[in-house]
């Protein structure tokens, strides 16, 4: 039986518009690159959708991404991740 289980991370705010609706327009080379790096890292070969970004965005230097994000302003992002059996 699959079931979800609900993670939150503090992330780069700018990375949103990518996990939320898989737009990078706004992102260069290097933020993509930083972005899907810590995606692999920290969910690999899972389904993950990212699901909410709460409105308390802060500038900070330790956060959930800052081994490939600076520090940057950040905000708690919601996961779901789709668990099988």
Known sequence: MASLRV???E???H???YFINADPSSLDDADIAA???WWEETF???NVSCVDLADNTHFC???DA?????ACEVATFTFLIHQEG
């Open 61 to 63: 230097k330790y956060h």
């Open 66 to 70: 800052d081994r490939w994000c600076l």
């Open 35 to 37: 972005a899907d790096g």
């Open 7 to 9: 993670d939150t991370y």
């Open 44 to 46: 690999p070969g899972q």
């Open 11 to 13: 992330l780069p705010t």
């Open 15 to 17: 990375w949103a518009c």
